[in-house]
């Protein structure tokens, strides 16, 4: 059984990055007639913008998306994250830190490719009293590697690259990489489809999957949107394009971003048209690795 998954953060309305990892996971549940499911990744509270997850939900329905079963939210899944950690605590995988973003500035001397390495000052060092803990868990320097079905072979040192990464914050909010484990092990999922942005992450995801005795599911990263440069196109601008096109526009401009090359008749074909044209045409492996796109394009279709 395929079951996929769309999980978008509430930190404002859906854009055209988003559109897009929601139409490529949709059509590819589809095609291998599995479940899609939604989840709202909405545990950032501070960064959460009121109103933007009913927006998300409504934006979906609007687009003709159908989901099984009912919505989960992360905000309500706090007992079961405290549970997961528990387990990589009996296994001594993880330790507190109360070390402050200043500290570790000045006391790490290597950088990875998310941030500072953490240096583990924690695990050699007492800890600081009355200071509010983060827990980290240890990474090892052994490769992590995957092969990602659009993306290639990928391959990550989790302790030269990453470093010993936060689990649960210090404010007490979990941490994205241990809620989505957590979450995508709870709910079944087999097959991830979801931006490149994340290609990062996903070593450190695989890494908690084993600890914990999950299957590892199967992994797609779709090319994030760019300018012609190759600059990530911001939230703002990508948002601008779903106010000002119509949805057929935009589901079609979608799938052209996905590299499914959408006959020209379909442009100005109704929703149910498009949906039905995708049933008999949907192609992951049309799917490049990289994108890129006139900003302007995207922005003004309509
Ligand atoms: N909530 C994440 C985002 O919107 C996606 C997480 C995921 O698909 O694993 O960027
Ligand atoms: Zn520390």
């Not at 899609?36 to 927006?55: C, F, H, N, S």
């Not at 509010?132 to 391959?155: E, H, L, M, Y």
């Not at 039905?276 to 492996?285: A, G, R, T, V």
Request: hydrophobic share 40%; proline share 5%.
């Amino acid at each position: 059984m395929y079951i996929g998954r769309f999980a978008p953060s509430p930190t404002g309305p859906l854009h055209f990055g988003s559109l897009v990892a929601a139409v490529a996971s949709f059509c590819e549940a589809k095609a291998n007639r599995g479940h899609w499911l939604v989840r709202m990744e909405d545990l950032d509270k501070p960064r959460e913008i009121k109103g933007a997850a009913d927006t998300i939900l409504h934006q979906l329905e609007a687009f003709g998306f159908e989901w099984q079963g009912k919505v989960i939210y992360q905000s309500l899944r706090n007992d079961a994250y405290a549970e997961v950690l528990q387990l990589l605590k009996d296994k001594n995988l993880i330790y507190p830190c109360t070390c402050t973003r200043k500290e570790i500035a000045d006391s790490s001397h290597q950088s990875g490719i998310d941030g500072l390495i953490y240096p583990q000052t924690c695990l050699h060092q007492p800890l600081k009293r009355n200071a509010p803990a983060a827990w980290r868990i240890k990474t090892d320097d052994v490769d992590i590697c995957f092969n990602d079905a659009i993306q290639g072979s990928i391959k990550q040192n989790l302790s030269q690259q990453v470093g010993d990464f936060i689990l649960k914050r210090a404010d007490g909010l979990f941490a994205y990489q241990l809620a989505v484990v957590a979450d995508d092990a709870a709910q079944g999922v087999t097959h991830i489809v979801r931006g490149a942005d994340l290609l990062d992450s996903t070593p450190r995801q695989i890494y908690l999957q084993r600890h914990l005795d999950y299957t590892t599911p199967e992994y797609a990263h779709i090319p994030i949107a760019t300018n012609a440069s190759g600059e990530k196109l911001s939230k703002q601008t990508l948002a601008k394009s779903i106010e000002s096109s119509s949805t057929n526009q935009l589901l079609y401009a979608a799938l052209s971003f996905l590299g499914q090359q959408p006959p020209l008749a379909l442009k100005s074909a109704s929703l149910s048209e498009i949906w039905l044209w995708c049933d008999s045409h949907w192609q992951l492996s049309n799917i490049p690795k990289v994108r890129k796109i006139a900003a302007s394009t995207q922005v003004t279709s309509s």
